[in-house]
């Protein structure tokens, strides 16, 4: 396996007849394995459509998904929600941290929601924010942007 996503062909719109929104036209993408990668763009182009097909919570209108070697159309929606939990992270626009907790406790909140140990959570957080240069912040408070 080279490649974590797979999108080929992937077209998605909103709406029908004179009110039909198309979203995304015939998206391929291909994510390495093991690769950091952003998608930007101005507003309205379509990047939360997209992260929503490859997260499973939005069903293109054709094309094929495929994350980690499964094809998404063969999962159940209950199946899509537990590879969810397992296999993909966000970091959103306006981070949506909780600002009364550490950096390392927010960044533990998803491994908890997986069922890890609060003591486990912590130390996967821990290399998880060596990882991304952020090992100094880990008991900083997160800073309100004004």
Excluded: H, W
Excluded at 92 to 118: M, R
């Amino acid at each position: 396996m080279n490649n974590a996503v797979i999108l080929n062909s992937i077209n998605k719109s909103f709406g029908e007849a004179e009110y039909k929104n198309q979203v995304l036209f015939d998206i391929n993408l291909n994510i390495p394995l093991g690769k950091i990668n952003f998608i930007v763009g101005p507003s309205g182009c379509g990047k939360t459509t997209l992260i929503s097909i490859i997260a499973g919570i939005l069903n293109q209108d054709s094309g094929k998904v495929k994350l980690l070697d499964k094809d998404q159309k063969d999962l159940t929606e209950k199946a899509k929600s537990s590879f969810r939990k397992e296999n993909i992270g966000f970091i959103f626009q306006q981070f949506n941290l909780v600002p009364t907790i550490s950096v390392i406790e927010n960044v533990a909140i998803p491994l908890l929601i997986q069922g890890k140990g609060f003591s486990e959570a912590l130390k996967r957080a821990s290399k998880i924010l060596n990882k991304v240069g952020l090992k100094d912040k880990e008991k900083s408070l997160p800073k309100k942007s004004i």
